[in-house]
Structures are given as structure tokens and as C-alpha cells.
């Protein structure tokens, strides 16, 4: 019994922690290293910004959802019209959900270190590229 008591004290710091670095990094948004703004729309219009990891895959723009907060990608899937700033520059983006082959190479070539996946739960990684709207509203 003592034994399940001390898994069940882990299990609970675990989560803990888990809760306190997914909300920490919410909060913050640290924008250090190669990062963009996502800026994604409700269906009544309103927008939302998000600080999400920039990943660069053969010439093409992806995101990827690393953390278990995830409303922007979810945003994203429902109205893939997206703008994303970078480097101060604004742009219009179609955000296309990836998968298959193309999934697995993009993942491998931005691979996640164990440490950090282990303080954000293991989350399940999902990954969106986004495709320039040439011509359209770019600012």
C-alpha cells in the first residue's frame, strides 16, 4: 500500500509540473530562438495571436503544436486563413494540416529534445505548414 501511495504523490507532482511549465510558457510566450506570431480567427471575426516555434522544411514554412494547450492549431484546422509575423514582416498564410511521409520528415528534421518533452507530458505533435496567399492582404 505504501508503494501505491508514493506512485500515486509522483503521478501528481508530475502532473504538476507538467501544468506549471505548459502555463508558464502560455503566459509568456517566449519569443527567443526562431519563433513567429500566428494569428488566427473565430468564426465571429475576432482574432488571436499565438507564439509558436518556427520550422523551416525544404524551402517551406510549417508550425507544429508541441504543447498540450493547443487552441490556435485547433483555430487553425477551422479557418485555415492565417496571418503569421515574422521578423516584424506580416503576412497571409492558407494553414494545411501535414501528415503522412511529409509529417514524418519535417518531425525528424526538428526533432524535440527528451527533457523537453518530458516537462510538457508527451504530447502528441502535430504539424501545419503554412503556404503563402500571394497577392492577398500582405502587410
Known amino acids: 500500500m505504501k ?6 504523490i509522483a503521478a501528481i507532482a508530475y502532473v504538476g509540473i507538467v501544468v506549471a511549465f505548459e502555463s508558464m ?3 509568456f510566450q517566449p519569443t527567443a530562438g526562431e519563433t513567429l ?3 488566427t480567427f473565430e468564426p465571429d ?5 499565438r ?3 518556427r520550422l523551416e522544411s525544404g524551402g517551406m514554412l510549417y508550425v507544429a503544436a508541441n504543447h498540450w494547450p493547443r487552441a490556435w492549431y485547433r483555430r487553425a ?3 485555415p486563413d492565417v496571418r503569421a509575423t515574422i521578423d516584424g ?3 497571409d498564410y492558407r494553414a494545411v494540416r501535414v501528415t503522412g511521409a511529409e509529417r514524418d520528415r519535417v518531425d525528424a528534421e526538428h526533432g524535440l529534445p527528451f527533457l523537453f518533452r518530458v516537462v510538457t507530458g ?3 505533435r502535430h504539424i501545419v505548414r503554412l503556404d503563402p496567399r500571394s497577392g492577398e492582404g500582405a502587410s
Do not use: M
Request: glycine letters at 6%.
Open 3 to 8: 508503494a501505491v501511495k508514493i506512485l500515486l
Open 25 to 27: 510558457i502560455g503566459y
Open 37 to 39: 506570431v500566428i494569428t
Open 45 to 49: 471575426g475576432s482574432s488571436r495571436d
Open 51 to 53: 507564439v509558436v516555434s
Open 77 to 79: 484546422l477551422d479557418n
Open 89 to 91: 514582416a506580416t503576412a
Open 122 to 124: 508527451f504530447p502528441p
